[in-house]
């Protein structure tokens, strides 16, 4: 699908079937992972694929919502601190480098047919513990991964004219 359409029809899925994903398909997300930009191209992150099929209590304690692990695939996000890159007043690109990463993830599996949910509010000391993350990692993003049961709502998105400016606030 062209890029415009692929922009609206992805969207936040809260309902997954049970049907697993094929390999071919999660390839292509690990190439876009891959390939996202990343300030310096430092690549400072690491992402975790979790198989929900023998995880689900496990990954209920990390985020308590019975669609997040009806998804079969869970992924974990991490960013590495110390790889990322720091701009001359101290303002670490990390968290943007991830963001980056997740987007092209969610973007690719729209186009394959495949729905995403990005999840912030999480335990992230469980995470930690449940996956194994090292120290020198920051989970920072979770995201459900799966085809889609339930269908686009529509939601209220604001005018141009709230977000955007032209030569000055």
Known sequence: MDFQTLLL???S???YLPKPIEEEKIQQLLEAARYAPTAANRQPFRLIFVDTVDKKRELLKIY??????????V?????LPDQ???RGDGKSYLDVDVAIVMDHVSLAA????LGT???ASFDTSVARDLLRIPPEAEPIILMSLGYPADQKGDKERKPLSEIISYNHW
């Open 9 to 11: 029809h992805r969207y």
């Open 13 to 15: 899925v809260r309902e």
């Open 64 to 73: 308590d919502r019975d669609w997040f692990v009806d998804a079969p695939i």
């Open 75 to 79: 992924i974990c996000a991490c960013g």
């Open 84 to 86: 990322g890159w720091v």
């Open 110 to 113: 729209a186009d394959i047919g």
């Open 117 to 119: 949910c990005w999840v």
